[in-house]
């Protein structure tokens, strides 16, 4: 009988040598955007310089999808792992330059670029290394795994930095940039060379415009579902993260501490996604997986009402943060089993470029949203209950629209397993 098992060697070594490298990337640019403020005291060069960081993250994503595909995918992580601990021990000769703004932007922006080029790595490798019946639980704890470095990252960094000298995490980080690298090359991970006329850009090109091709002409219901995660995104996410400081700061003129603990509340329900996965996954599959959509929309409910009635700010907290949770919670499972049935319908050699290119596009929504709600927030401010109300209908709305796509895959022969 076949030996199934989550834990195997090479997906341990996996998500060990990621917690390292998101851990590690995220305290690195979190504590040098620290220096920066110290070393220039303005918050516009705080600002702008984590801003700058992130661009290439999206901007390469994609590119960092088609060198998953063509480059044994464990070469790629140990090799941007080795690369991170260089330009931390090439940074750490130049701390004190006179230049030094420029060049931790330099290496903030190097790092997001290694960062692009790494996940993409990781993402296609997780459907090759694990059983398929256990593919939802894995990808459960990549978004774990991503969440806490997003989450516990900076605060971290904000930690080491206020007791450590900058040199010093600066060469703790490129020590356990080495540690994963060593571990890492002890993971075996199947590849096969694809075919290629050696013209780099060509080829990135082309790859992508095949993976555009697989996703958009060539399986419309797997476009219809990337389509509605990043709706998600744009009406449902978007207007969480700017809506939470907008009601906690201004609307209840609570306190910039009750704010960071609400922000808090953000990354432990993706955290929770990644945790309640594996107990739902014996009862829900991906054709009953609109419910998730549903349930996250309904959970908005509460806040509206706190926010249309007269009731005392504390309260009114209180009930956004534990909604909050729950919404991010509820609407993350049902990302996870998109994301999870995308990899099942990808064969293995285009999973890279396809895992980047949702990737980017459910990236993008983010902007688009952010800037919508922006408006919204300031149009209605008096009225800050509607919004809510508008995110529940358009959540809502799209759970059904979910459903009536989903109800086509009941005939297809591919479906995910779950035990």
Do not use: W
């Amino acid at each position: 009988m076949k030996n199934r098992s989550l834990f195997k060697k090479d997906f341990t070594l996996l998500i060990i040598g990621q917690i390292i490298s998101l851990f590690g990337n995220s305290i690195l640019r979190f504590s040098l955007s620290l220096y920066i403020l110290d070393e220039t005291g303005s918050a516009g060069a705080f600002g702008g310089v984590l801003a700058v960081s992130m661009l290439p993250t999206i901007l390469l994503s994609p590119f960092g999808g088609v060198l998953a595909d063509r480059v044994n995918r464990r070469n790629i992580m140990v090799g941007l792992d080795v690369i991170t601990a260089l330009v931390c021990l090439l940074f750490l000769t130049q701390i004190g330059s006179n230049q030094i703004v420029f060049l931790v932007a330099g290496v903030m922006i190097v790092l997001s670029m290694i960062q692009s080029m790494y996940q993409p790595a990781v993402q296609s490798s997780v459907p090759i290394l694990v059983d398929s019946h256990y593919l939802l639980q894995a990808n459960g704890i990549v978004v774990q795994v991503n969440a806490l470095a997003n989450f516990l990252g900076p605060i971290l960094g904000g930690m080491l930095y206020g007791f450590l000298d900058l040199k010093v995490i600066v060469i703790i980080s490129a020590f356990a940039f080495f540690i994963s690298a060593m571990l890492e090359g002890f993971m075996r991970i199947p590849f096969t060379k694809q075919a290629s006329d050696g013209k780099i850009i060509k080829t990135v090109i082309m790859d992508l415009k095949q993976a555009i091709t697989f996703i958009g002409k060539d399986n419309p219901v797997l476009f219809k579902i990337l389509l509605l995660v990043a709706a998600i995104n744009l009406f449902f996410s978007s207007m969480i993260m700017i809506g939470l400081p907008y009601l906690i700061k201004v609307k209840l003129g609570l306190s910039s501490q009750l704010y960071g603990i609400a922000e808090g509340f953000l990354a432990i329900g993706s955290i929770g996604a990644g945790l309640f996965i594996g107990l739902v996954a014996k009862k829900f599959n991906i054709h009953n997986s609109y419910l998730f959509i549903l349930l996250g929309g309904m959970l908005l409910l509460p806040i509206a009402l706190v926010l249309g009635l007269p009731i005392q700010p504390m309260i009114a907290y209180v009930v956004i943060c534990i909604s909050t949770f729950l919404c991010i919670a509820s609407v993350g499972i049902f990302t996870i089993f998109a994301q999870t049935f995308i990899q099942t319908e990808t064969p293995n050699a285009m999973l890279g470029k396809v895992s980047a290119v949702v990737s980017t596009i459910v990236m993008c929504s983010y902007p688009i949203g952010q800037s919508l709600y922006g408006v919204l927030f300031d149009f209605l401010s008096d009225h800050v209950y509607v919004i809510v109300l508008f995110a529940i209908f358009v959540e809502i709305l799209l759970g059904f629209l979910t459903k009536h796509y989903l109800t086509k895959l009941h005939g297809k022969s591919l479906h995910i397993k779950n035990e």
